[in-house]
């Protein structure tokens, strides 16, 4: 069930012949839109096919070398799910690590390894730039998220948006009361990215219900304020507006069968059913140009695709 906050919002987008779909982030800006205050924050896509700034492909090798790079740092917290791993994937860990530490094996590493870097140090070292909440330099805006170091080209994940995915045909009703935080994808699927009240506790309970042993299947440090994927501040990007044009964009990412089972404990959604027919929705954040050092990142809430 899609809440009225989304209904409502879906009635103020333009027309277009029914012949077009819409991406929504709407209930924090939901009343200025329909008043048309807003409507220059609109991102229109002529077509379907032109809608992905950067391909599947792209976006999950970023992943990829995201979260080998944290599980790398985190080696000393592996050694169960490293027990369970088969040897051909253990050696490509081993030679991941003798890249970095050339003079030390895997077990040494693994019991040597004292002094981790933070996550949002090993962004820095593997995609050249790091990102963080902070007040917003919007007034009344609240949190928003700044590129903290280095830059981000064009064309870069810069971001992943967190929370439960619900298909359109689960009852989503409570958790969106008063909820800012609930993404509407173009086909429909929502993503409920509030990290407080019931949907904090529908997280937990779906993130507790899908583990396989030492396997997590899902990251639910994004919760906290200890985030184990420092991609994982989506939810806090700003819309745009008239003075601050939108830096990034949203896109859709399913995360395919073959993604590495070991790898699933740094994805920031999980599914609200335990039915696995469909594939994980991912929706990452992607620059639309170079992003400095200190900018603040802003959006398209409305993204509306002929």
């Not at 070398?65 to 050694?79: E, G, P, R, T």
């Not at 990142?297 to 002929?306: D, G, K």
Request: overall charge positive; aromatic content about 10%.
């Amino acid at each position: 069930m899609v809440p009225r906050a989304a209904r409502s919002a879906r009635r103020a987008l333009p027309t277009c012949g029914g012949a077009c779909s819409f991406r929504l982030l709407c209930w924090r800006k939901r009343e200025t839109f329909e008043k048309n205050e807003d409507r220059g924050t609109l991102r229109y896509v002529p077509e379907e096919s032109k809608d992905k700034v950067i391909s599947d492909e792209d976006v999950l090798g970023t992943l990829l070398k995201v979260f080998q790079a944290l599980f790398i740092n985190d080696f000393n917290k592996q050694s169960d799910i490293l027990t369970m791993l088969p040897e051909t994937v253990k050696s490509k860990y081993h030679n991941l690590l003798s890249v970095q530490h050339p003079r030390v094996k895997l077990l040494e590493y693994r019991h040597q390894q004292q002094n981790t870097f933070k996550p949002e140090e090993i962004l820095y070292k593997t995609l050249g730039f790091s990102v963080a909440r902070a007040t917003s330099s919007l007034i009344s805006a609240g949190k928003g998220v700044f590129i903290t170091r280095g830059w981000v080209p064009k064309g870069a994940v810069v971001s992943m948006y967190p929370g439960t995915v619900y298909q359109k045909y689960e009852p989503i009703f409570f958790q969106s009361i008063g909820n800012p935080f609930i993404f509407r994808c173009l086909d429909g699927v929502l993503i409920d990215g509030n990290d407080k009240g019931i949907s904090k506790v529908v997280y937990r309970s779906c993130n507790g219900r899908d583990r396989l042993g030492p396997f997590k299947m899902s990251d639910s440090t994004w919760l906290t304020s200890e985030i184990c994927n420092p991609l994982a501040v989506g939810q806090y990007v700003n819309n745009c507006s008239n003075d601050r044009a939108a830096n990034v964009c949203y896109q859709e990412f399913d995360v395919p069968a073959v993604f590495p089972i070991e790898l699933k404990q740094y994805l920031p959604n999980i599914a609200y059913s335990c039915d696995k027919q469909s594939p994980l929705r991912c929706v990452i954040l992607v620059a639309l140009r170079d992003i400095k050092q200190g900018e603040e990142l802003f959006s398209n809430y409305y993204t509306i695709v002929s």
